[in-house]
Nanobody
Framework: QVQLVESGGGLVQEGGSLRLSCAAS????????MAWFRQAPGKERDFVAG????????YYADSVKGRFTISRDNTKNAVYLQMNSLKPEDTAVYYC???????????????????WGQGTQVTVSS
């Protein structure tokens, strides 16, 4: 079956860095828009960063712009999120998501994504 699996989360001090990985299996995602979302306890699931694979475009939430970088490696069927200058407010469960291959634009709406990973916890201490 189709599966997305996140890894790389953990505990890091304020100002530190983490690199999250999302490994896809069951099908190729070379034709899919992919994105990272995050959800803190008691809060909504928010868009973080997206990658339009076919268009070669990226888009970032204002809260992470200049600090986070989304990238992909199609030979490994994987996407990544490099997180630098981390802040306590970045603490959340981070989810990898993919749109249907029928769409080629990045969306900030989680309802537009068909495939989801189980999430990986990122905790930033002050």
């Amino acid at each position: 079956q189709v599966q997305l699996v996140e890894s790389g989360g953990g505990l890091v001090q304020e100002g530190g860095s983490l690199r999250l990985s999302c490994a896809a299996s069951g099908r190729t995602f070379s034709g899919n828009v992919m994105a990272w979302f995050r959800q803190a306890p008691g809060k909504e699931r928010d868009f973080v960063a997206g990658s339009g694979w076919n268009a070669g475009s990226t888009y970032y939430a204002d809260s992470v712009k200049g600090r986070f970088t989304i990238s992909r490696d199609n030979t490994k069927n994987a996407v990544y999120l490099q997180m630098n200058s981390l802040k306590p407010e970045d603490t959340a469960v981070y989810y990898c998501a993919a749109r249907s291959s029928a769409y080629s634009t990045i969306s900030t709406n989680s309802d537009r994504y068909n495939y989801w990973g189980q999430g990986t916890q990122v905790t930033v201490s002050s």
